[in-house]
């Protein structure tokens, strides 16, 4: 299926039966491909980059817990085909995870609007990340959520000097209150390089 095409359809579902059967193996053939799309920012930050078989995997999780059956899939494809780059881009999930509720809840009321601080850096060149716009992730008290979506619409330049590993390629995010980078290893810049077109 050519990237810019990339979409989970219903003839890609299994019934919940058959996933139940084959859950643990795909589970584990996806686990080597997760590690490579987890990138650490800084103490409390994790960028996932998502792809096809990441959000195949994830309805098909969806669909087998909550039991929605056939009613449930265009709900479930609706919200994650999205999540899925479409050739010239690429699409993380950003999680503060932070176990402690207090320490939580004081974090991020500090990080209003972070979620239009988080960019790529090719080289020299700063790719802005943007927030998927279903929803609303800093609230007017300034606190933002703990979960936040977005894209990095990358020019068919930015993809050639992705691909070229004399290039630094970092994730980073430069929030007042939240500043790190982190840089991308050769073989996880090779598996995000699936992503284009």
């Given at each position: 299926m050519p990237?810019a095409l990339?979409?989970?359809?219903?003839?890609?579902i299994l019934?919940?039966?058959e996933?139940a059967q084959?859950?643990r193996e795909?589970?584990?053939?996806?686990?080597?491909?997760?590690?490579?799309r987890r990138?650490?920012?800084?103490p409390?930050?994790?960028?996932?980059?998502?792809?096809?078989?990441?959000m195949?995997?994830?309805?098909q999780?969806?669909?087998?817990?909550?039991?929605?059956g056939?009613?449930?899939?265009p709900?479930?494809?609706a919200?994650?085909?999205p999540l899925?780059?479409?050739?010239?881009?690429?699409?993380?999930?950003?999680m503060f995870?932070?176990?402690?509720p207090?320490?939580?809840?004081?974090?991020?009321?500090?990080?209003?609007?972070?979620?239009?601080?988080f960019f790529?850096q090719?080289?020299a060149?700063?790719?802005?990340?943007v927030?998927?716009g279903?929803?609303?992730r800093?609230?007017?008290?300034?606190?933002?959520s703990?979960v936040?979506?977005?894209?990095?619409?990358?020019k068919?330049?930015?993809?050639?000097?992705?691909?070229?590993?004399?290039?630094?390629?970092h994730?980073?995010?430069?929030?007042?209150?939240?500043?790190?980078?982190?840089?991308?290893?050769p073989?996880t810049r090779a598996?995000?390089?699936?992503?284009?077109?």
């Amino acid at each position: 299926m050519p990237a810019a095409l990339r979409q989970v359809t219903s003839a890609d579902i299994l019934p919940d039966a058959e996933f139940a059967q084959v859950r643990r193996e795909r589970r584990a053939a996806l686990l080597p491909i997760k590690r490579l799309r987890r990138i650490e920012l800084g103490p409390v930050c994790t960028v996932y980059f998502e792809c096809y078989e990441t959000m195949l995997f994830q309805i098909q999780e969806m669909l087998l817990t909550e039991k929605g059956g056939a009613a449930q899939l265009p709900d479930e494809l609706a919200a994650y085909n999205p999540l899925i780059p479409q050739g010239s881009e690429l699409v993380a999930t950003v999680m503060f995870e932070i176990d402690d509720p207090v320490r939580r809840a004081a974090t991020l009321a500090r990080l209003g609007g972070v979620e239009d601080r988080f960019f790529i850096q090719v080289g020299a060149e700063r790719v802005m990340g943007v927030p998927e716009g279903d929803v609303e992730r800093t609230r007017e008290d300034g606190k933002t959520s703990s979960v936040h979506f977005l894209r990095f619409p990358l020019k068919p330049e930015h993809i050639a000097l992705f691909r070229d590993p004399a290039t630094a390629i970092h994730v980073g995010c430069e929030h007042e209150a939240y500043s790190h980078l982190a840089g991308l290893t050769p073989a996880t810049r090779a598996e995000l390089a699936r992503d284009f077109a």
